[in-house]
């Protein structure tokens, strides 16, 4: 198994453009999410979904656009980039309740972007 | 909202030494999460518990849920340079799913 793939690792973009960052993963999870982490600030819910057609909105969701038609894609939409979002992004993913590891979440390598 | 406290913010320490942190919650917890993240990676799930009371073991790395539920703790024995990275807790947010983590623990192991 691949676990839980990202792209582009890297991204440097102009403020107002668009870009959307990819996120797979193979292990049939139900739950997929998206996180940014910036210094001293941990990790950050931006959105997460909880199965095919069911998103929802995290604690830092202004900005930013998800959508979730297949089981193993979750990509991320930044409609237009500002600076305030130069950040180390992070999908993740795993089970859903009731299996008892519903909160054990697999990250991917994470997308560093740069908004200029 | 939930928060976490992390502490330390950061450690430096020989190789060899033994490592303590912890983290503690302004609420009631009924899972806690031990992630390390290695530099330019994404987080790991070092420890997972489930239990207050709980003590869990993974190698050199040794978890404890609190006993008020509220707090838990990660003890790393004799340290090596590879342990170098970022050591996050977690803990289950206020919706299904959703995971609210602590600022960090950085930890640096001198050789």
């Known amino acids: 198994n691949a676990g839980v793939t990202q792209t582009p690792k890297f991204q440097v973009l102009k403020t107002g453009q668009s870009m959307t960052l990819q996120c797979a993963q193979d292990?049939?999870?139900?739950?997929m999410s998206w996180y940014r982490q910036d210094p001293g600030m941990g990790l950050r819910l931006i959105h997460y979904?909880?199965?095919?057609?069911?998103?929802d909105q995290g604690e830092v969701p202004n900005g930013y656009n998800v959508s979730r038609s297949t089981t193993e894609d979750f990509p991320l939409r930044l409609l237009s980039a500002a600076p305030s979002q130069t950040s180390v992004y992070f999908c993740?993913?795993?089970?859903?309740?009731?299996?008892?590891?519903?909160?054990?979440?697999?990250f991917g390598p994470g997308t560093r972007l740069t908004v200029l | 909202g939930q928060q976490l406290n992390q502490s330390p913010q950061s450690m430096f320490i020989q190789e060899g030494e033994d490592v303590s942190m912890n983290c503690t919650s302004s609420s009631i917890f009924n899972t806690w999460l031990w992630y390390k993240q290695d530099p330019g990676e994404g987080p790991v799930l070092l420890i997972a518990?489930?239990?207050?009371?709980e003590l869990t073991s993974n190698g050199r790395l040794t978890a404890q849920f609190g006993i008020t539920r509220k707090d838990s703790f990660l003890n790393i024995s004799a340290s090596i340079p590879s342990d170098v990275g970022i050591y996050f807790c977690a803990g289950p947010g206020t919706s299904y799913g959703k995971l609210t983590f602590g600022q960090g623990t950085i930890l640096t192991v001198h050789p």
């Open positions: 518990l489930y239990k207050a009371g």
């Open positions: 979904s909880v199965g095919a057609g069911i998103t």
């Open positions: 993740a993913s795993s089970y859903s309740w009731p299996s008892h590891s519903y909160n054990e979440q697999f």
């Open positions: 292990m049939n999870h139900e739950y």
